[in-house]
């Protein structure tokens, strides 16, 4: 990055910086990962120099050779992986790839079910203050209060009574599968369309360790940079025939798959991040390989054996553990309820970087929650096994317990710093670190 610490060593710093906090902290945020460097390649490549509004074939632009070649192999590797018939690889994030679904579905103020978003939904599902929640209407569906799992009777209930045009399947926060086929028979039995959004377990599924939506349901979101190991974007695949022939699609004649596209194009989006796409072609190529099968296992095995531990030191986990790669400590048991931010920031000071997250049916504020969100994506990719969770696990139980006690979380910081030393990530960083010495002007930023 020798250019960049000429033009603009500040950035170039916080880069270094930033990498540096990957490199020696624990990554346990459920939705990151770690990419490749051919991935993080092909992002920052030439590619992104080119405009190509359109689809491949049918451009606005000249000069598009080998950008069609591009967008039609990472539309037949999603093809392949995931076993879509349809695949729009455009999508410039999960949040715009859901957006643009809604568009395709409904005209605005119909009705769409979604999980509650204090319940492991997403901000998309129909949140109050997202676009989803202001431009359509919502009936949310919770998790059952005792168990914190989806109750399918519940889910079948509220449909029938609510009678909404899409019901999302999906998760954030929820710790355990999706029972695609059971929201399918619910979809059917209501006539609404079925969105499976997989943005969180889309890795696992490639990988063999959960569910796939396919071939029951009508649309599939996907980001590619959590569980799917990919840059920072989203796919949206789907049937390409419409299964419904409902009152908003008399008179067009597109088929499922051509309202989706050009809802993508030009109904919300203008030119593809082309390299982006490049680079989700890349991750795809990635996810097809057998070892991508045995990093999805290790993901879950890990997630169980951090869960066990965690319970182990006496923690509260919603639902009592995990299926999957993600879990939700409960910090109301400990009084801590309403502290998720405290506990956050404490985990900061010890290298263990986690998010705060509501708990179903939490009565704090989202930006104090009382819950903290943690999973094993990250962690499994730089090579962590069952030993290094049940280490962390102890850490971490110490540290949620102990938030207030800074001393002790220094220290663990140290330990914290050894552990990720023993399994490197971007080793050729180092060598680059700081040659120039420069003074960041960060601290009169901050001060604003
Ligand atoms: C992360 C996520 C999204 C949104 O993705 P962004 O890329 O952050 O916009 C959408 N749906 C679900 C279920 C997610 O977990």
Not at 99 to 121: I, N, P, Q, R, S
Not at 142 to 158: N, Q
Not at 174 to 189: G, M
Not at 422 to 448: A, C, G, M, T, W
């Amino acid at each position: 990055m020798r250019d960049l610490l000429e033009t603009d060593p500040w950035i170039y710093n916080q880069i270094l910086d930033e990498t540096t906090r990957q490199r020696t902290g624990l990554e346990l945020v459920p939705s990151e990962n770690y990419v490749s460097k051919a991935v993080m390649q092909a992002m920052g490549s030439p590619l992104t120099n080119k405009y190509s509004e359109g689809y491949p074939g049918k451009r606005y632009y000249g000069g598009q050779e080998y950008v069609d070649n591009i967008e039609l192999l990472a539309i037949k590797r999603a093809r392949e992986l995931f076993g879509a018939e349809h695949v729009n690889v455009q999508p410039y994030s999960g949040s715009p790839a859901n957006h643009a679904v809604f568009f395709a579905l409904m005209t605005l103020g119909e009705k769409f079910m979604g999980m509650d978003l204090g319940c492991g939904g997403h901000l998309t599902h129909g949140s109050k203050v997202n676009f989803s929640g202001k431009h359509y209407d919502v009936a949310s569906y919770r998790v059952d209060r005792e168990t914190g799992l989806i109750d399918m009777d519940e889910v079948r209930k509220i449909a029938l009574r609510e009678r909404p045009k899409v019901i999302i399947s999906s998760l954030t926060s929820y710790p355990r599968r999706l029972d695609f086929q059971a929201f399918q028979e619910v979809c059917e039995e209501v006539d609404a369309y079925h969105l499976a959004d997989i943005s969180h377990i889309a890795g696992l599924i490639v990988g063999g360790v959960h569910e796939s939506p396919f071939p029951y349901v009508d649309v599939v979101t996907t980001t590619t940079h959590k569980t799917l190991r990919g840059p920072r974007g989203a796919l949206i695949m789907s049937r390409t025939e419409n299964r419904l022939h409902d009152e908003h699609f008399r008179g067009s004649k597109k088929n499922l798959a051509q309202l989706i596209d050009s809802a993508v194009f030009p109904g919300l989006q203008g030119g593809p991040h082309v390299h982006m796409i490049a680079a989700k072609a890349v991750a795809l190529r990635e996810a097809a390989r057998p070892e991508f099968k045995g990093y999805a296992r290790q993901v879950v095995r890990n997630a169980r054996a951090l869960a066990d531990e965690l319970m182990a030191q006496g923690l509260k986990l919603v639902t009592d553990g995990t299926d999957n790669h993600l879990m939700v400590i409960d910090l109301r048991p400990l009084g801590y309820g309403g502290k998720g931010k405290y506990v956050q920031n404490a985990l900061d000071v010890a290298g263990i970087t986690v998010n705060k997250n509501a708990v179903p049916y939490d009565d704090a504020s989202p930006f104090n929650p009382s819950g903290i969100r943690l999973g094993t994506p990250a962690l499994t990719t730089q090579g962590m096994k069952e030993n290094e969770m049940e280490k962390i696990g102890e850490w971490l139980g110490n540290a949620v317990k102990n938030y207030h006690d800074v001393g002790l979380l220094k220290k663990m910081r140290q330990e914290v710093t050894k552990l990720a030393s023993e399994f490197p990530l971007y080793p050729e960083y180092e060598v680059l670190r700081d040659p120039y010495q420069v003074q960041n002007p960060i601290h009169e930023l901050v001060k604003r």
